[in-house]
């Protein structure tokens, strides 16, 4: 089956402008996670949706935000974008409800977003 | 909240060596420990993984142990090849419902 899919793979905005970046997860996954890519930084946490609501947050601006819908794809929108935002984002599906049965995170390939 | 540390940030080994990579964790109720693999320009992916109520888990080459007493984890490959270069993450899953993500160890395997 088809894998999570992040689109556009690439994108170039200024500061102050607002970008939207979109996550189709694998069918029948719930679970849609948002993560920042950078250098040394690893992988920090955004939020995570499962069924249309926001299920956890980390600790971002609130400049960062995000929804999904009922078909489970998912979008995320940074607002009055600075400098700091450039980065690779990922989003991730998973079929887990949560608690113990946690489930294996499967990303897309993310989208690299450059901020001049 | 939960903090993941990992270490090294970087590590070079030659072909046919082990190379280990630790990770320590600071929520006692994190329960679930599971390791990607990041080639360069590709997505994630899981290659282990690890539930708090095993201390060990191996498949082929590569192994985790985990010591909850310690709160820490820790990745295991032998016998390395070239294709196993690439930046490993390790995570850990708490009752807050959401991953940690330690910030990654960029392995390079020497022919």
């Known amino acids: 089956k088809a894998g999570v899919t992040q689109t556009p793979r690439y994108l170039i905005k200024t500061r102050g402008q607002q970008v939207t970046l979109s996550c189709s997860p694998i069918s029948g996954h719930r679970s849609v996670s948002w993560y920042q890519q950078t250098p040394g930084q690893g992988l920090q946490f955004l939020f995570e949706y499962f069924s249309e609501t926001q299920r956890n947050k980390g600790n971002f601006p609130g400049r960062f935000s995000g929804r999904q819908f009922s078909n489970s794809r998912s979008e995320m929108n940074v607002s009055t974008l600075e400098l700091g935002d450039s980065a690779l984002y990922l989003c991730?599906?998973?079929?887990?409800?949560?608690?113990?049965?946690?489930?294996?995170?499967?990303f897309g390939e993310g989208s690299r977003l450059t901020v001049l | 909240g939960e903090n993941v540390e990992q270490h090294p940030s970087t590590l070079s080994v030659q072909e046919g060596d082990s190379a280990v990579i630790k990770c320590t964790y600071s929520d006692s109720a994190s329960n679930y420990f599971p390791w990607y693999k990041q080639e360069l320009g590709k997505r994630p992916q899981l290659i282990i993984d690890?539930?708090?109520?095993?201390g060990e888990k191996k498949d082929q080459r590569i192994a985790v142990t985990l010591n909850k007493t310690a709160k820490h984890f820790s990745l295991h490959i032998t016998e390395t090849q070239p294709e196993d270069s690439a930046v490993y993450f390790c995570a850990a899953f708490t009752t807050g419902n959401q991953f940690y993500f330690g910030t990654g160890t960029s392995l390079t395997v020497i022919p």
């Open positions: 991730a599906s998973s079929s887990r409800r949560g608690g113990p049965n946690t489930g294996e995170l499967f």
């Open positions: 690890i539930r708090s109520n095993v």
